[in-house]
């Protein structure tokens, strides 16, 4: 019996490696709340790993939001994080934990990388200044990975997700992403009839998405990939893996699928006024394709899936 630690296993990609994890004979998941385990706090993690023998950890705990939220508490996005990830990689080590999966994000990436952006572009140039904080925390998770593996010989694997969206989102108005954010609001507009729904930018900014079902059985594949074959793919100071579909749309082409998928049938209005946030933002996707994965939803596919969840989970999910 394999017992498996899923940390932020009530958000979206732990729920997600809940549902998967689950389907596995001879797997034991063990979760916390947190009102159960504080994760910012060392004494609290060091505990549950004293009284909980752990195989493997899969690292999905963090403080997440949008630009308004990143632009917002920048403070809580590194510090949390930061605590979270120390505390649980440092005390997995203690506890002979070998293997374990750390869930970055693609803003680890710089402003102005090449397309589509390989994972050697990590450190090659400045961040997004609106997500800086959270980008350094994620950067620094990597190198708390690599760093044990090097020093120890652990097997700490990352992934670099794309931007993501499906069931257990965060939905907020102001605190979201942009699927999330953009459902509900065209989701409410579309119930109470409005003429319009005022979308920020030009939406010529272009994003990949990704399931967050598919992006649960991309982890599974990367932390239980034979050693050799993930040691020649990647790096010993380089060893993060991109996690995407491999194709872009615009944030129009988004915009357009979800008022369809909600029904909406007012005029869409851009307000220029406001950032469109860097432009493109593609990640290389060969590295994780020569493991053996591939995505199974596409967008409408996606978005359809993910608005059925919302309509019967609305009432949790809209406060």
Same mark, same amino acid.
């Given at each position: ?5 899923? !940390? ?38 060091? !505990? ?19 630009? &308004? !939220?990143?632009?917002?508490?920048? /403070? ?6 930061? +605590? ?8 997995? =080590?203690? =506890? ?12 680890? &990436? ?10 050697? /572009? ?17 950067? !620094? ?18 992934? +670099? ?27 409410? %507009? ?14 010529? %900014? ?9 992006? %649960? ?7 239980? %990939? ?13 060893? =993060? ?41 593609? +990640? ?12 199974? =939803? ?6 359809? /899936? ?14």
């Amino acid at each position: 019996m394999k017992t498996i630690f899923i !940390a932020g296993h009530q958000g979206m990609v732990g729920s997600a490696l809940v549902r998967e994890l689950s389907k596995r004979p001879r797997t034991h998941i063990i979760t916390r709340s947190r009102s159960e385990l504080d994760l910012t706090q060392q004494q609290e993690v060091r !505990a549950f790993f004293s009284h909980n023998q752990i195989d493997e950890v899969y690292l999905a705990a963090g403080k997440v939001g949008g630009i &308004y !939220a990143n632009d917002t508490y920048p /403070a809580e996005f590194i510090y949390q994080n930061l +605590m979270i990830q120390s505390n649980i990689i440092h005390e997995a =080590h203690k =506890h002979d934990v070998q293997k374990l999966l750390f869930l970055g994000s693609s803003c680890i &990436y710089p402003k102005f990388a090449e397309q589509p952006i390989v994972e050697s /572009a990590l450190l090659t140039g400045q961040l997004e200044k609106t997500n800086e904080p959270y980008a350094v925390a994620k950067i !620094a998770g990597i190198k708390l990975c690599e760093s044990y593996n090097r020093q120890y010989s652990r097997d700490y694997r990352s992934v +670099m997700p794309t931007n993501l969206y499906g069931p257990n989102d965060n939905f907020h108005p102001k605190n979201s992403h942009v699927i999330p954010g953009l459902l509900r609001r065209f989701h409410e %507009a579309a119930q109470r009839g409005d003429n319009e729904v005022i979308v920020w930018g030009s939406g010529k %900014a272009r994003r990949d998405f990704l399931h967050v079902d598919d992006l %649960a059985l991309a982890c599974i594949n990367v932390l239980e %990939a034979d050693s050799n074959l993930y040691d020649s793919l990647t790096q010993p100071m380089m060893s =993060h893996i991109n996690v995407g579909s491999g194709r872009d749309y615009s944030i129009e082409e988004l915009v357009l699928t979800l008022a369809k998928v909600t029904n909406f049938q007012g005029d869409i209005v851009w307000d220029r006024s406001k950032p469109d946030g860097t432009l493109r933002k593609l +990640m290389d996707t060969s590295q994780i394709t020569a493991l053996g994965w591939s995505f199974k =939803h596409n967008l409408e596919e996606g978005l359809m /899936a993910t608005y059925k969840w919302y309509l019967n989970n609305e009432c949790s999910v809209s406060k």
